[in-house]
């Protein structure tokens, strides 16, 4: 059984940045694509983007292109997404999941569906 | 890009009510479509992936159909741990990965 396990919650003033850390367990880690998803409070879901851990491609949801990076460690399976000049707007729940790798995956389309998910990493960006 | 709605944000329903939730896209996305359901406090669960296919463990009271730009999700008997909020998602074109608003489901 696939398992993620994400790390606790953060608190940051506005213009810092956060480092989230996301480690799967129970599958081969580089089989599958690590998506990354905001959730502000009372909001709904929002792509951040991905990356391959296979050779450590990344697609960025445009909103975020500016301020994000998501890197893979293969040698502890761990997945990071990095937010940067971090504003109040960026409080919310962060969620990683994992996708199976469908045929191909460039930033004008890619396929599948994110499972499972880890429990969530609450960021605070506060004053 | 490609914009999503869902329709109705919010339903009020009681144990054993046949509920229908519907998502649509501005452009044709083929079968493209997940569903998930999310409770307070918890992470998103996948229910339906590709339109139609039940994701292996989630109870056959929930289905899936649509192509194109118009989707459904089914809860054939409403049970007590289905209040949540459910979520439709694409996976065809930019921005991609995009969900729908939500619908909130809860106890009438």
């Known amino acids: 059984e696939v398992q993620l396990l994400q790390s606790g919650a953060e608190v940051r003033k506005p213009g810092a940045t956060v480092k989230i850390s996301c480690k799967i367990s129970g599958n081969t880690f580089t089989d599958y694509y690590i998506h990354w998803v905001q959730q502000a409070p009372g909001k709904g879901l929002e792509w951040l983007g991905l990356?391959?851990?296979?050779?450590?491609?990344?697609i960025y949801a445009e909103k975020f292109q500016d301020r994000v990076t998501m890197t893979a460690d293969t040698s502890t399976n761990t997945a990071y997404m990095e937010l940067s000049s971090l504003r109040s707007e960026d409080t919310a729940v962060y969620y990683c999941a994992t996708a199976v790798r469908l045929g191909y995956c460039g930033s004008d389309t890619c396929h599948g569906w994110f499972d499972p998910w880890g429990q969530g990493t609450v960021v605070t960006v506060s004053s | 890009d490609i914009q999503m709605t869902q329709s109705p944000s919010s339903l009020s329903s009681s144990v054993g009510d046949r509920v229908t939730i519907t998502c649509r896209t501005s452009q044709s996305i083929g079968s493209y479509l997940n569903w998930y359901q999310q409770k307070p406090g918890k992470a998103p669960k996948l229910l339906i992936y590709?339109?139609?296919n039940l994701q292996r463990g989630v109870p056959s009271r929930f289905s899936g159909s649509g192509f194109g730009t118009d989707f459904t999700l089914t809860i054939s008997s409403l049970q007590p741990e289905d209040f949540a909020t459910y979520y439709c998602q694409q996976s065809y074109s930019p921005p991609l990965f995009s969900f729908g608003p939500g619908t909130k489901v809860d106890i009438k």
């Open positions: 590709a339109a139609s």
């Open positions: 990356v391959d851990p296979e050779d450590g491609d990344t």
